[in-house]
């Protein structure tokens, strides 16, 4: 067989021309050009212009960084202002005051409420749930009270502080607060 026409697999024609044999022959030059992208390659496709050609000593071109997401997520971000509210030196209880302050003034208005002052422990869960929102937004660090990101810890806690404030208010029998167009909100809806 001619050199110039052998496939380099001893003659055969079978093999890839993109890979020497195991006998280290080179490739035609028709092969050639399919490995530098001008002819078609062994699949009937041509080649991509930037893609490496196998047996050849190019420098592997360098990794664009990726702007997706990794599939695997390694940490979960904390959120923003969620380090220690004192110092490390401090016990655990006193890094943690400000969650500490709301979960004891919920756990005190639960006690009223479980002793039949269901209007005034209702009262104090609510300003509790407040004085978290407060807290999320005036000191720049409040340990586990940080949930999520501010603007929503502070609009969830302050929500949902008026509302059970505003519902402990007008809570029958004796509403301590009057609404006028309540009870008409009330009568058009249920009756």
Request: net charge positive; proline share 9%; no cysteine.
């Amino acid at each position: 067989m001619d050199a110039d026409t052998s496939t380099g697999d001893g003659g055969t024609g079978g093999g890839d021309p993109a890979e020497p044999s195991a006998s280290g022959a080179q490739p035609s030059p028709g092969a050639e050009s399919a490995l530098n992208g001008a002819g078609p390659s062994a699949n009937g496709h041509g080649a991509p212009a930037g893609a490496p050609v196998s047996g050849t000593a190019a420098a592997p071109a360098p990794r664009k960084a990726s702007r997706r997401f990794p599939s695997v997520t390694r940490d979960t971000a904390r959120p923003e202002g969620g380090g220690r509210a004192a110092s490390g030196a401090s016990p655990a209880p006193a890094r943690q005051w400000p969650l500490l302050t709301v979960l004891g003034s919920t756990g005190l208005g639960l006690l009223l409420v479980s002793v039949d002052l269901f209007r005034v422990g209702l009262i104090i869960i609510g300003l509790a749930l407040l004085a978290g929102g407060v807290l999320r937004w005036m000191l720049p660090s409040v340990g586990m009270l940080a949930v999520r990101s501010r603007f929503t810890d502070i609009t969830t806690y302050g929500v949902l502080g008026v509302l059970i404030v505003l519902l402990a208010l007008v809570a029958q029998p004796r509403p301590w607060l009057d609404i006028p167009f309540l009870e008409d909100a009330v009568r058009f809806t249920v009756r």
